[in-house]
């Protein structure tokens, strides 16, 4: 059974620093890593999707990379604003399954 | 492109009562699925579709939630009677075929069972 972990589950940063999220995932045989923000009473907007093929994607100020075999990826953002205050969360796709992580809350002080 | 709808937004119930959702998914999206958020935690999955067919709904409590997906389309989720712990985000994503393909997400409905 999959589970996914997300450490810190908040975080609370000046704007302008650059920071790292951490997603890791128990079972290695996934077909993608996929990362969502999601605002206060609203639904999971996607922000970035990994193939397992890959390593990487960039999207802005967003870079997600991924390590199958350690379990592990990652959500860089680059220069943060207090826009980017909100809960992001990583999600394993296996095979005809999704399994998300809790989250970490991200505050953005201006 | 049109993304995945779903309503109510907002729904409050006594308990005991009946509820339903609705999800209509973005166009020629074969999979579907409903995922339930309690407050503070991550999204969990309760039922997936693949066309009209149930792939997974190894964690819908059969007792009291139902769901389908009739012609493959649009989906309704429905709980019967509803409880205090019921209380969540009701999420409906799809995916163009679910295997390796990103997974889009409408709004959700917030439910509170009271």
């Known amino acids: 059974k999959q589970e996914v972990t997300q450490i810190p589950a908040a975080l609370s940063v000046p704007e302008g620093e650059n920071l790292v999220l951490n997603c890791s995932f128990t079972d290695s045989a996934i077909y993608n890593l996929q990362w969502f923000r999601q605002d206060p009473g609203k639904g999971l907007t996607s922000l970035l999707l990994?193939?397992?093929?890959?390593r990487e994607q960039t999207s802005g100020r967003l870079n997600a990379s991924l390590d199958k075999s350690s379990g592990r990826s990652t959500l860089y953002i680059a220069a943060s604003q207090p826009g980017d205050s909100a809960t992001y969360l990583c999600?394993?796709?296996?095979?005809?399954?999704?399994?998300f992580g809790t989250g970490t809350k991200l505050q953005v002080i201006p | 492109e049109a993304g995945v709808a779903q309503s109510p937004r907002y729904k409050i119930i006594e308990k005991r009562q009946s509820v339903a959702f609705w999800c209509n998914p973005i166009?020629?999206?074969?999979?579907l699925y409903w995922y339930q958020q309690i407050l503070g935690q991550g999204p969990k999955l309760l039922i997936q579709f693949q066309n009209n067919g149930v792939v997974d709904d190894s964690q819908l409590p059969k007792d009291r939630f139902s769901a389908e997906r009739l012609k493959g389309v649009d989906s309704t989720l429905k709980i019967q009677p509803a409880k205090l712990e019921d209380s969540a985000v009701y999420l409906c994503a799809s995916s163009l075929t679910g295997q390796g393909t990103e997974a889009f997400f409408g709004q959700g409905t917030r439910l509170t069972v009271v």
């Open positions: 999600a394993a796709g296996g095979y005809q399954k999704v399994t």
């Open positions: 166009s020629g999206h074969a999979t």
């Open positions: 990994i193939q397992s093929s890959q």
